[in-house]
């Protein structure tokens, strides 16, 4: 009854978020003594139109998710770090809260955005092991604190199989990711995240269960088509601790983005852009994968590590209103089971997968 409970509290929040932030009034105007004129790293990269930088934090702020990887932290959405300018306004600006022009009502402390959900489908059966994901997560962001947001999310992956081992029928991930963006100076920008986390069948609560998974990337701005990444992200999985991130993002023109990112790269194209609404389709690779306690029948607790490959075409539709959905067709291979006692490792086949979601 637990994990049926806490599925459906998740839901039922999302639902009631997405209800408010639909219908409320507020209206985030605020003017500041930077330049009118923005520079192509403040504008939004999936879009050729010019618009203040002001109305752009709420609208950013759940999506600026790059450089994010799974399973807490992988992103929704495509955009690329250079809207950071409207979450993190640059040192010439004050620092203190903007000036406001226009409110209704008055500026809240926390605006929550756009709420996400994500359905993965691996096939298989039997020792094939095909697992079905289902993702939720929404971001809050605080206007007076320049570029802290917090995410709380929550996971559930209901398993068909192995038959050679056992594992429990679903796996669950709990997690409230803390993220400060900061820019320093024109060229230089960091992403910083803590994610205090919980990896369970909800049978095995004990301390193999917690895990502090975060992120420290820095930024740097070379030129209006290049950016380079340097920083490391600590998953704390016990196959392995940490990797690095590391990488370039090419964008040579307004049609194409490319993300040598490892250890999730990506290639995009963009298909088409009106005022409301861009397509993109992109090539896409990410490691996968995760920790969690479990409790083996006998009242046997152990720890089980799932780790997977992808590579996947996807399709996107980004719009500034209302849903944007999208979906990503694919294939997972490299798959392994590992227990933390030894007794039941196991590779597994590659499956076919197919995901599906967007955000609010």
């Known amino acids: 009854m637990l994990p049926r409970t806490w599925l459906f509290v998740v839901v039922i929040i999302a639902c009631d978020v997405v209800a408010w932030a639909q219908s409320s009034p507020i209206t985030l105007v605020a003017h500041s003594s930077y330049r009118e004129e923005q520079t192509p790293a403040q504008r939004d990269p999936f879009s050729d139109q010019d618009e203040p930088l002001v109305t752009a934090p709420v609208r950013y702020a759940a999506n600026a998710n790059a450089l994010n990887y799974e399973p ?20 010439t600006m004050p620092t203190g809260p903007p000036v406001v022009e226009e409110i209704s009502p008055d500026l809240p402390w926390v605006v929550p955005v756009a709420p996400q959900l994500l359905f993965t489908w691996n096939s298989g059966t039997g020792d094939q092991l095909g697992i079905t994901d289902l993702d939720a997560r929404f971001t809050l962001y605080f206007p007076y604190v320049q570029g802290l947001l917090i995410t ?9 199989g192995p038959i050679k081992t056992d594992l429990p029928g679903t796996l669950y991930d709990n997690w409230v990711e803390f993220r400060w963006l900061k820019k320093w100076n024109d060229r230089w920008s960091s992403d910083i995240a803590v994610s205090p986390s919980l990896y369970t069948d909800y049978d095995n609560l004990s301390s193999d269960a917690v895990r502090i998974t975060g992120r420290a990337i820095a930024l740097y701005t070379a030129s209006p088509e290049w950016q380079w990444a340097f920083g490391a992200i600590y998953l704390d999985r016990e196959d392995l601790k940490a990797l690095p991130a590391v990488g370039a993002i090419w964008t040579p023109n307004d049609d194409w983005k490319v993300e040598v990112l490892f ?3 990506r290639i995009m194209r963009r298909l088409s852009n009106t005022d409301d609404m861009t397509r993109w389709a992109y090539l896409g690779g990410e490691f996968g994968g995760n920790t969690y306690g479990i409790e083996r029948p006998g009242l046997v607790r152990d720890v089980v590590t799932y780790s997977v490959l992808r590579m996947y075409l996807g399709y996107e539709v980004k719009r500034t209103k209302g849903f944007s959905p999208r979906v990503e067709l694919g294939w ?6 590992k227990y933390q006692s030894g007794v039941g490792d196991t590779d597994l086949p590659s499956t076919a997968m197919l995901r599906v979601g967007g955000n609010f």
């Open 72 to 91: 807490q932290n992988e992103p929704l959405s495509g955009d690329l770090p250079a809207p950071i300018d409207a979450l993190v306004p640059p040192l």
């Open 152 to 160: 709380p999310g929550y996971s559930a992956h209901m398993l068909n």
């Open 332 to 337: 997972s291979f490299n798959r392994s089971l």
């Open 263 to 265: 250890p999730r790269p």
